[in-house]
């Protein structure tokens, strides 16, 4: 008798034998499968069926999987797991920010996919549940002109625009806030965000910070959030104001 929910998975991958394969493994763990071979049908998948899992080769015909993390983020908080090629680091750096919770590189193991969709499940699930628990007051931070939402990952500023962050922007800037003051180096960011899957590198680290800069509307030159601690890191400089 079955005491958990059976959750789903959408494969999106042009190659029919990976696809199968990668089919079978999920259905032999009580997953409910859906496959596409194309954007196309993966959007139309995606419309229609509540999914739990996106597991989606980058390189597929029509638009890109870059382009369907972008739209199924704007649309609801499925996780994403992105399939890249070894030599495609910028497409792994720029799927993340965007907005994918993880990345294998082929060749694969179907069970270690198995396995990451598992524990992104679980923590996805802790995520709502932990989400939940924290009262609307409890849920923002502010700093100069800005006020972070905590459940809803996103930016507020004082004319009320609201910037959405990428789970691992968000990671990031919750590190520095949260260690305010203190110049962290690239090891202790990526420390910080290892209960992942994913292990960012010196390039991601800098490249979110680049990102997120951006979003603050923070000038390198002449910071007001974010400085860099030459030869060791970030340190973030603003006044942070609790609820």
Same mark, same amino acid.
């Given at each position: 008798?079955?005491?958990? /929910?059976?959750?789903?998975? @959408?494969?999106?991958?042009?190659?029919?034998?990976?696809?199968?394969?990668?089919?079978?493994? %999920?259905?032999?763990?009580?997953?409910?499968?859906?496959?596409?071979?194309?954007?196309?049908?993966?959007?139309?998948? %995606?419309?229609?069926?509540?999914?739990?899992?996106?597991?989606?080769?980058?390189?597929? /015909?029509?638009?890109?999987?870059?382009? @369907?993390?972008?739209?199924?983020?704007?649309?609801?908080?499925?996780?994403?797991?992105?399939?890249?090629?070894?030599?495609?680091?910028?497409?792994? &750096?720029?799927?993340?920010?965007?907005?994918?919770?993880?990345?294998?590189?082929?060749?694969?193991? /179907?069970?270690? @996919?198995?396995? $990451?969709?598992?524990? =992104?499940?679980?923590?996805?699930?802790? $995520?709502?549940?932990?989400?939940?628990?924290?009262?609307?007051?409890?849920?923002?931070?502010? %700093?100069?002109?800005? $006020?972070? !939402?905590?459940?809803?990952?996103?930016?507020?500023? *004082?004319?009320?625009?609201? *910037?959405?962050?990428?789970?691992?922007?968000?990671? =990031?800037?919750?590190?520095?806030?949260?260690?305010?003051?203190?110049?962290?180096?690239?090891?202790?960011?990526?420390?910080?965000?290892? !209960?992942?899957?994913?292990?960012?590198?010196?390039? *991601?680290?800098?490249?979110?910070?680049?990102?997120? $800069?951006?979003? =603050?509307?923070?000038?390198?030159?002449? /910071?007001?959030? &974010?400085?860099?601690? !030459?030869? *060791?890191?970030?340190? %973030?400089?603003?006044?942070?104001?609790?609820?």
């Amino acid at each position: 008798m079955k005491t958990n /929910p059976q959750h789903s998975v @959408l494969i999106v991958e042009d190659e029919p034998a990976s696809l199968n394969l990668l089919a079978s493994y %999920f259905m032999a763990e009580d997953y409910i499968v859906y496959k596409a071979s194309s954007s196309d049908k993966a959007e139309k998948i %995606f419309a229609k069926n509540k999914i739990d899992i996106v597991l989606m080769d980058i390189k597929i /015909p029509g638009r890109t999987g870059l382009e @369907l993390t972008r739209e199924f983020r704007s649309q609801s908080n499925v996780g994403i797991i992105l399939v890249t090629k070894k030599d495609e680091d910028i497409d792994k &750096i720029v799927g993340l920010e965007i907005g994918a919770d993880d990345y294998v590189t082929k060749p694969y193991n /179907p069970r270690e @996919l198995t396995i $990451r969709a598992r524990n =992104l499940i679980e923590r996805l699930k802790n $995520r709502s549940n932990n989400e939940r628990e924290i009262s609307d007051a409890q849920k923002e931070i502010g %700093f100069g002109n800005w $006020r972070l !939402h905590i459940g809803k990952r996103l930016l507020r500023n *004082t004319a009320n625009v609201e *910037t959405r962050l990428t789970e691992g922007e968000f990671q =990031l800037l919750s590190v520095l806030i949260q260690n305010k003051g203190e110049a962290l180096n690239r090891d202790q960011l990526m420390n910080h965000m290892k !209960h992942r899957d994913w292990y960012p590198t010196d390039r *991601t680290i800098d490249v979110m910070i680049a990102r997120v $800069r951006k979003k =603050l509307g923070d000038d390198r030159s002449n /910071p007001k959030y &974010i400085s860099t601690a !030459h030869g *060791t890191g970030y340190i %973030f400089i603003a006044d942070v104001l609790s609820p």
